[in-house]
């Protein structure tokens, strides 16, 4: 078994280099092609997400435990240091480039991520690069707020803290708040009109039923739909069949 499955426990917080942060929920024992493994039970209760990781092989180096707040602290303030773009100015070169970075699992390059894509009134990025963004500032304000035990509230507090001038919105929560404090309003005139029940009508059975529009002409009281009756009209005329036209 790797050396490093000793640093795992059950109930504990690693960080994922493409999820971010997770919790351990079991380390179980898996038989796989005649083969036993130690399998590293992950979930994300907020994507909904569970992942299993072996203790042994590749994919244990996806898997790192948190990062000491020290070193964490000396991450954070690259941002403060500016706009750090480096390498080709292409998006299509710069996306592949921030994915890389994003999905690291290095605390300094997730740092470097937001710090390149931090958004300024000079320069706007596509949204591909506000998605990246947002996922990278989500990873890293999770982190703070496991290392320091605080919200994640009081995380991007502490992040606008180190990096004087700068304001962090994550979306995840700034919109779920406003969600909370102002719901969505009801349609209460579109409502009205479903649950009036339709008024009585004096007309007979023949008449047009009251759920249909009345017809409103320009400049004009409204008027009732013309209803059209079929009659029965005598004519002298001999009707003729299709076998009749085959006849002749």
Known sequence: ????????QVGGVVVHAKHGPSHITAIESEVITG????????TYPRKQLALSVPLTGTGIRDVRPLTPEVTLRAAIKQI???????????WNQRSARLLEQLNSGDINQLASVVGELYPKPDATEPPAGQTIYQEALDRLVQEISLVRSCSEAEAVAYL??????????????????????????????????????AAESDESDEAVPNSLPKLMPRGGAPRKPR??????????????????RYEE
């Open 1 to 8: 078994m790797d050396a490093t499955a000793n640093l795992y």
């Open 35 to 42: 083969t036993e493994y130690q399998i590293l039970r992950l």
């Open 80 to 90: 403060s240091a500016g706009r750090m773009r480096t390498g080709p100015k292409a």
């Open 160 to 197: 606008e803290e180190l990096c004087p001038g700068k304001t962090f919105r994550l979306d995840r929560l700034y919109f779920g708040a406003a969600v909370a404090a102002s719901p969505k309003p009801v349609r209460r005139g579109f409502m009205k009109k479903i649950a009036e029940p």
């Open 227 to 244: 209803r059209v009756r079929l009659q029965e009209v005598e004519s002298d005329r001999p009707t003729r069949t299709v076998s009749d």
